[in-house]
């Protein structure tokens, strides 16, 4: 099947700086979605992006499909961006996840 | 509207015992999963279902049954639990319109 890789691993941050984490998958793909899993454990959907850049605030994405990766930028970063951030792709009721980058911004 | 409801949250079960996990989501979804997420990696699919009497394996179907008989609920049901077993386990729904997936708040189960 399809393989998801995430990087990096751990990423501890000051709370202002700016930051990329990246998605690389195996196969091609129409479906590629960004989550954010808070400490409490709730997952939310940050982006659908399967191609292309897409921006939600302070959090944009881009997917290079043609390359196989996908890259989340987190822009100011605040403590509220703490969390576990998965890379998911696939079909919608058929998603493979990477391990994830769990980003801890500090005050 | 309550999203994606999961039952119990919290629940402790012995080596062989079977229980049944809940999921209902009232968002009239055709897409639903079950994944299962152990401590340090992604989430990993167990079943899903494009709709009511469709159901198929993900990548860890071993040692669980799924059924939707209804639009609204896909139950997991763990037939003689294992400590392996012991996971946090996500239920998702995704209409068929769009591509935003929606979790359950989770259900953490350890099996001793």
């Known amino acids: 099947g399809i393989q998801v890789e995430q990087s990096p691993p751990d990423l501890i941050l000051q709370e202002g700086a700016n930051s990329t984490l990246r998605c690389n998958f195996s196969?091609?793909?129409?479906?590629l979605q960004w989550f954010h899993q808070n400490p409490w454990g709730q997952l939310i959907n940050l982006f659908y992006?399967?191609?292309g850049t897409k921006q939600n605030g302070r959090l944009s994405a881009t997917t290079v499909a043609t390359e196989r990766y996908s890259l989340l930028y987190i822009s100011s970063s605040q403590t509220t961006d703490s969390g576990v951030y998965f890379c998911a792709v696939g079909t919608r009721g058929n998603m493979r996840f990477g391990a994830g980058t769990r980003l801890t911004v500090k005050p | 509207n309550a999203g994606v409801t999961q039952t119990p949250k919290f629940q402790v079960l012995k080596t062989g015992q079977s229980m049944t996990l809940q999921c209902a989501q009232d968002m009239n979804h055709e897409y639903m999963s079950w994944y299962r997420q152990d401590p340090g990696m992604g989430l990993r699919l167990i079943h899903y279902s494009v709709g009511a009497g469709i159901t198929d394996q993900g990548e860890v179907p071993n040692g669980y049954n799924v059924s939707r008989s209804t639009t609204e609920d896909f139950p997991l049901r763990l037939l003689s639990a294992a400590p392996s077993q012991t996971s946090v386990y996500f239920c998702a729904s995704s209409p068929p319109s769009r591509n935003t997936i929606y979790f359950g708040e989770g259900s953490w189960l350890t099996v001793v």
């Open positions: 196969d091609s793909v129409n479906n």
């Open positions: 992006i399967p191609s």
